[in-house]
């Protein structure tokens, strides 16, 4: 499985910007995709999870409302749309993959859990 992250970019506070992670090497039915991200000097944290077949989300309290996930089957790619960016969400943003069904539902949220990664993307949002 390859993951590749991209659409990050500079923006100011409160603009859009859409990530997507190209996946390939398999069917992806069973899996599950997350991203995370990790500011300097701080820990990678969760920021959303997808589930591939049936589009259930999950995401982080600090960014729901504002962020989205969607999948596009045809291109094998998931998206995630973050509007009203803040400066708080300046990070490398990185996606990940895993078909363990604890993973999935239960533990979406640990990092550790996931079985794949993608190189990350950059975001920076200035006030």
């Known amino acids: 499985v390859q993951l590749q992250a991209s659409g990050g970019g500079l923006v100011q506070a409160g603009d859009s910007l859409r990530l997507s992670c190209v996946a390939s090497?398999?069917?992806?039915?069973?899996?599950?995709f997350g991203w995370f991200r990790q500011a300097p000097g701080k820990e990678r944290e969760f920021v959303a999870r997808?589930?591939?077949?049936?589009?259930?989300?999950r995401y982080a309290d600090s960014v729901k409302d504002r962020f989205t996930l969607s999948i596009d089957n045809a291109k094998n790619t998931v998206y995630l749309q973050m509007n009203s960016l803040k400066p708080e969400d300046t990070a490398i943003y990185y996606c990940?993959?895993?078909?363990?069904?604890?993973?999935?539902?239960?533990?979406?949220?640990?990092?550790?859990?996931?079985?794949?990664w993608g190189q990350g993307t950059q975001v920076t949002v200035s006030s």
């Open positions: 090497g398999r069917t992806f039915s069973s899996f599950a």
């Open positions: 997808v589930v591939w077949s049936s589009g259930s989300t």
């Open positions: 990940a993959a895993t078909s363990d069904y604890s993973t999935i539902y239960y533990r979406y949220g640990q990092m550790r859990a996931y079985d794949y």
